[in-house]
């Protein structure tokens, strides 16, 4: 399996604009979820997902942000309109089942908001 | 709320002196603690699950344990490729996600 895969890995953008970030999960894993990572606050889960149904959405900052799931092999995180306090590192990662094999996360996408 | 908090934020060490990282945490019933190794420019990738106090899991050099309160992970005879941040996060029975630390950066000098 070719792991959690985001696209893209780099991202630059002005103040305002739309940015949508895609993950593909690994085959057979049931939960998704999406994390922020900044120098300041570390890592943070924003939203994830059970087979395909959004769970837990309460670290979403705001209304700018929105994802979807529509199918078990690929998930968005849009912001719309981005801001330039959006600039971090966002992280998609999968798991399956069994608690104990942790999460595998992609390589994340760095998005810069200027 | 489950809360992790690990020590110390940055930790320097020369090649073959050994340490060791904490990771305290609370939650309402453990399901699993973890600890991960993020490199620079990569995501975290899993290293251990513990599930219980007093169980101990090895990999190499590092050596993770657990108490009913922490984690520590242990690295013996680090080297210069041991450095990264280091994660924990823990899994209680009524969360559907996990709660991560802020991580320990580690960096080993030749």
New interface residues.
Partial sequence: DAG?IQSPRHEVTEMGQEVTLRCKPISGHN?L?WYRQTMMR??E?LI?F?NNVP??DSGMPEDRFSAKMPNASFSTLKIQPSEPRDSAVY?C?SSGTA??????????TRLTVV | EDQVTQSPEALRLQEGESSSLNCSYTVSGLRGLFWYRQDPGKGPEFLFTLYSAGEEKEKERLKATLTKKESFLHITAPKPEDSATYLCAVHSLNAGKSTFGDGTTLTVKP
């Fill in positions: 959690v939960s979820f570390g890592l889960l994830y059970n769970i837990d992280f990662a608690v104990g094999v942790g999460y595998t996360f992609g390589s994340g």
